[in-house]
């Protein structure tokens, strides 16, 4: 019994080393800044991009030490990871929330340790606005009304601006920001247009399925009159293209065809628009590394920083119809795509 | 009577394998990660900030565990306690009180349910309490499919109040931050001590050791069985909504998502702080030292800062295994003699 005892213990003992043999940590000198990031997961290509971002902009060679802890999908991860940073001293805590609410307690702890945390992507719903820094993020409507505004001009270019024209707005999820935004985008753009109809309005819950079916029983009802399918998202554009396909209908940019209008260019929708079958597609853009270190510069430099930040996206067409739309007083290109820039693309 | 010595020391023996097992990790975390706060009092004191609710949840796992049972509905319970918690107080204007109440209801009325079933009807634990999982996260989805976010200030005050401790730790700047815990811990602690008193040295305790060892010899003794297994399954319940509570002050908010696969944590935690499976077997202080270790686990993967934190559920697996095999040897060994 004793000697098996002594090996039980030196097994614990061995484990215990095991856990222990790690990379001693990077000296941490006196100008590095520690960046703790706490993501959502790997769930998408989207948010794999993101997390790229972060690691690139955050490395070493820029002066920055980065502690990334994947949560994968789990808020009890981040509160514990939140923590952690805290305890680690971290000069900023970077954080893309798997949720929007249940922040309060741990970003009181953060705020009471006297560390900027930094939102990135989704919002976060708490009690006391100043629980955190600054949001990083993508402008929906901005993305919405950009996108409305490319149909706009494309019309117009094309002769059928004062044409009577009917949309099918495909929805994403109900309450989401990006829905709720990019809906938004398009509401005010139809109402401004006395020749613009919305036929259709229906959630699609951003997958492919869902968009198929709802395109699919839209096409049933009006089928002949559709000229623009507005998408928002990929996914749902992939699948309200089958099914007007399947339904006889033709997708593309000219009277008489089904113009299909997207977001997020993600790599597969770049390339549908490529084919034209997209007309035009709209980014969303999850780069948010250096627009993060902006705001941490500024920090640093003792200067005020807005609680808002978009980041910058861009929109790609399927032609060179339109290479330039105004939202607002400010311009935005519109690109071509090419199979260099789907190349050239990190996600 | 020989027998029943031979379980104690074996059941000790895990105990102090969990605990010697816990203290190296966290000694040898404060040696490597001494410069990433790890040496200090209140990175310990957070793993039980982070896992008040868990560790009430697995007191009770433990207790069902040891009749030979096992509960697997408790991490839905826990999102139905946060789910209700919140749409009292959000959505229907309910004082922060009564929510509580309605939290340990909820957990009250699964434990009667599912202890009915599986004590009086003879249905097996595994599938009682699996239909009492799919129920609690359906019924959750049902109250909302929103996330709440609770706004309650009471219930905020309760969720950030600490009780601040005479020690602490300097930070860069060289002020000192004195450590706290939040009233969540010390409720968790109080109900690990309550349930570790309960099982060693009440009839309560000892009837659930004697029927999970052996539950026909507990049977020709003249033990209630029926009853203490009943029991054993109420109060399970109870503190899973009390669980619930806690790990809703934790993240003050309810949403379907919630405290996913937190039964599967309860069950591990369990194991490693030597509860057998087959029952018989087990205290709520090892337990206690089962989430502990699986926190100090992931505060090390996260201090290390590049190791993806999937290396927290292999580092957990490859522990399970070696208490599931401690566990099987000690039983060979106890066949022997």
């Known amino acids: ?347 | 009577m020989m027998k029943q010595k031979k379980k104690m020391t074996s059941s000790g023996f895990l105990l102090l394998i969990t605990i010697v097992l816990f203290f190296a990790m966290y000694a040898a975390g404060m040696v490597i990660f001494a410069d990433k706060g790890f040496a200090k009092p209140q990175m310990f004191l957070n793993l039980f900030v982070s896992n008040a609710g868990l560790l009430v949840i697995s007191c009770g796992l433990t207790i069902v565990m040891i009749t030979g049972g096992i509960d697997i509905s408790v991490g839905s319970v826990t999102a139905l306690v946060c789910m209700v918690m919140a749409d009292l107080m959000e959505n229907k204007g309910v004082s922060a009180y009564v929510a509580v109440l309605a939290a340990l209801l909820i957990g009250l009325a699964f434990g009667v349910v599912q202890g009915f079933l599986v004590t009086y009807m003879g249905i097996q634990p595994f599938i009682v309490t699996l239909a009492g999982m799919f129920f609690g996260r359906g019924m959750t989805a049902i109250i909302s499919t929103d996330m709440i976010s609770i706004k309650n200030e009471l219930f905020l005050k309760w969720a950030n109040y600490r009780f601040y401790m005479p020690f602490g730790s300097t930070n860069k700047k060289g002020k000192f931050i004195p450590a706290y815990i939040p009233p969540t811990v010390v409720i968790a602690i109080i109900v690990v001590l309550i349930i570790a008193v309960l099982l060693k040295y009440f009839k309560f305790g000892r009837k659930l050791y004697a029927i999970g060892g052996n539950r026909q010899s507990a049977l020709m003794m003249g033990l209630d069985v029926k009853k203490t297994m009943f029991r054993a399954y109420v109060l399970d319940g109870f503190l899973a909504g009390l669980g619930g509570f806690l790990f809703c002050l934790n993240s003050c908010a309810g949403f379907v998502e919630q405290a996913k696969g937190l039964e599967m944590d309860a069950i591990s935690s369990a194991v490693i702080g030597g509860t057998l499976l087959s029952g018989g077997v087990g205290t709520p202080i090892g337990s206690m030292f089962g989430v502990l270790i699986k926190g100090t686990i992931s505060s090390l993967i996260t201090a290390q800062g590049t190791l993806s934190s999937w290396w927290v559920r292999i580092v957990l697996s490859a522990l399970l295994c070696f208490f599931i095999v401690i566990q099987s040897v000690l039983a060979s060994a106890k066949k022997k003699k």
């Open chain 1, 1 to 347: 019994m004793k000697k098996k005892m002594v090996t039980a213990l030196l097994a614990v003992s061995m484990l215990a080393g095991l856990s222990a043999v790690n990379v001693m940590a990077a000296d941490d000198g006196a100008d590095t800044i520690t960046v703790g990031f706490s993501q959502v997961g790997a769930e998408s290509d989207w948010r794999t991009a993101n997390t790229e971002s972060m690691k690139s902009t955050f490395s070493e060679e820029n002066g920055y030490e980065l502690i990334f802890d994947d949560a994968q999908q789990k808020q009890e991860n981040q509160l514990t990871a939140i923590r952690n940073f805290i305890q680690q001293e971290v000069d900023y805590i970077v954080l893309a929330p798997v949720t929007e609410t249940g922040w309060d307690t741990v970003l009181q702890e953060a705020k009471d340790a006297g560390i900027p945390v930094i939102i990135v992507d989704r919002m976060v719903d708490v009690s006391d606005d100043s629980l955190y820094t600054a949001w990083v993020g993508s402008n929906f409507k901005l993305e919405g009304q950009k996108a409305m505004a490319w149909l706009d001009a494309y019309l117009e270019a094309k002769g059928r601006g004062d044409e009577e024209i009917n949309l099918v707005d495909i929805q994403g999820t109900i309450g989401a920001s990006a829905q709720i935004g990019r809906t938004e985008g398009f509401d005010e753009a139809v109402e401004a247009h006395d020749n613009w109809t919305t036929l259709a309005q229906q959630s699609g819950e951003f997958t492919q399925a869902k968009g198929q079916e709802v395109m699919e029983s839209i096409l049933k009802q009006s089928g002949d009159d559709i000229d623009v399918v507005y998408c928002e998202n990929d996914n749902e554009a992939f699948g309200a293209i089958d099914a007007i396909k399947a339904a006889g209908y033709e997708v593309g940019g000219e009277e008489g065809q089904i113009l299909v209008m997207s977001f997020d260019t993600t790599n597969a929708g770049l390339t549908q628009t490529l084919s034209g079958e997209i007309t035009c597609d709209t980014e969303c853009n999850p780069l948010h590394g250096p627009r993060v270190e902006e705001i941490i510069q500024k920090l640093e430099a003792g200067e005020e920083v807005e609680k808002q930040a978009y980041v910058d996206e861009v929109a790609f067409a399927a032609d060179d119809t339109v290479t330039k739309v105004t939202v607002d007083g400010t311009d935005y290109e519109i690109t071509p795509i090419t199979q260099e820039i789907i190349d050239g693309r990190a996600y």
